[in-house]
């Protein structure tokens, strides 16, 4: 009798930590402080430069006088998903890349307006800002859908378009997630909606790469720090719910349309997150030449996943861009 007490005791004691833990996880206990975030993530040559309002965390980096790249970051990530490209390519071009609200350490908007066309319209008041008017456009993810709107609103700056994953539609629904996974999400929505764990991401990571790849440590505290700032998950979520709306809408097809230099499409087939095929992807694109990569075993983050090979095959296809 007296062990099963004690054993009832010791369980108490642990339901009781549990629920301290997770009050104190809600009130913020392990949210990133903006200071600190800005020491790790936006040393130099990062700068802040406001743009209606909105303080957009941007880098300009490389070549001086080289062809302009522009970078547009997925979902989740932010400017740091590009570093292994930048540090491939730096020596030819002039890249640029920025924090697209609601994501990384730009913002907050003062509007409140988490949605794709605000996006592409603080990017181009950053361009205008940065004085660059013809560009090459690379992006991925989500970061494709503010580079099409970018395009669509802002004809004429954009002279080439290069797009990783390409979500033309409401990603997948219906796509199996792991148990882990499962139970992190489960855990995080019911629990502690506006902080995620370092392994929350580290399994995103995980389910939507192939097996061999192992997310370096920068890798998952680059979106850990940026994703707990206070009020981060609030604004995503905006986002997110404004993009489901959208993707009810035709806009996409106008966005494809709108379309008239080079298209890249580097279609990575082990991503179970885009839902439309690689060849429904080229069709709509009807008024752009587009050229075709498949990547049967890369999956969401190809630049991270095997960098060279992503770069490389980028590389040369912005080359044959170059007016000759």
């Not at 990530?77 to 491939?88: I, P, T």
């Not at 148990?179 to 580290?202: K, N």
């Not at 609030?234 to 719910?241: G, H, S, V």
């Amino acid at each position: 009798m007296k062990l099963w007490r004690a054993a009832l005791g010791g369980l108490g004691a642990l339901a009781l930590l549990a629920g301290g833990s997770v009050a104190a996880l809600r009130a913020g206990a392990l949210q990133t402080g903006l200071d600190t975030a800005k020491a790790r993530w936006a040393a130099a040559p990062s700068r802040f430069v406001t743009v209606d309002g909105v303080p957009l965390h941007v880098r300009e980096e490389g070549k001086p006088g080289a062809p302009v790249v522009v970078l547009l970051h997925g979902s989740i990530a932010n400017m740091h998903e590009w570093d292994l490209v930048v540090e491939r390519m730096k020596d030819r071009y002039r890249l640029v890349r920025f924090d697209w609200p609601p994501y990384g350490l730009s913002g907050p908007d003062p509007r409140g307006d988490m949605t794709t066309p605000r996006a592409a319209q603080l990017m181009d008041g950053l361009m205008r800002a940065l004085g660059h008017d013809k560009f090459a456009l690379v992006s991925t993810s989500n970061g494709a859908n503010v580079a099409l709107e970018y395009n669509r609103q802002f004809p004429g700056h954009a002279t080439a378009m290069a797009f990783s994953m390409l979500p033309l539609e409401r990603p997948s629904q219906t796509r199996k997630v792991g148990l882990w996974m499962q139970t992190l999400v489960w855990f995080h929505t019911q629990l502690v909606p506006d902080w995620h764990s370092h392994a929350f991401y580290r399994a995103i990571l995980k389910d939507t790469t192939p097996p061999g790849f192992q997310p370096q440590d920068w890798m998952v505290d680059s979106i850990y720090d940026a994703d707990n700032l206070p009020g981060a998950n609030a604004r995503q979520k905006a986002y997110l719910a404004a993009n489901v709306k959208l993707f009810k809408t035709d806009i996409i097809a106008r966005e494809t349309a709108a379309v008239h230099v080079p298209v890249l499409l580097q279609w990575c087939s082990y991503d179970t997150v885009i839902s439309q095929s690689a060849d429904a992807s080229v069709k709509r694109f009807a008024n752009a030449p587009v050229q075709l990569i498949r990547y049967p075993n890369l999956g969401h983050f190809p630049f991270w996943e095997n960098p060279d090979l992503f770069t490389r095959d980028l590389t040369r296809w912005l080359d044959s861009q170059k007016p000759s």
